[in-house]
């Protein structure tokens, strides 16, 4: 790995190991993390290789909560700069 700076919070499909896999090429190694000030809706997701790859018709968003009464949890990764841009890659393709 060529020097992992980036830093990743999941709380989504970049979470599952078969996502991890097809994305990075590897598993990512993360620690449980948590936001607030947020909320999660949910979107369709609209291309079927996205839908294939994580297994979900749907995906969650978060909306900013001004009450910030909601917890958000997931994973916090660090990882490389071209890893990130897969990432990105791979949530482009959701939309």
Do not use: C, W
Request: glycine share 8%; hydrophobic share 35%.
């Amino acid at each position: 790995m060529d020097g992992a700076t980036q830093s990743l919070f999941s709380y989504g499909t970049l979470q599952y190991p078969a996502v991890q896999r097809e994305q990075f090429g590897r598993l990512l190694n993360g620690t449980a993390d948590a936001l607030t000030g947020f909320r999660k809706g949910r979107i369709a997701i609209a291309d079927p290789e996205v839908v294939r790859k994580s297994g979900e018709t749907h995906y969650p968003v978060l909306v900013q909560d001004a009450a910030a009464s909601q917890r958000i949890d997931g994973t916090l990764y660090r990882i490389t700069k071209s890893e990130l841009e897969a990432a990105d890659i791979y949530e482009a393709q959701r939309i």
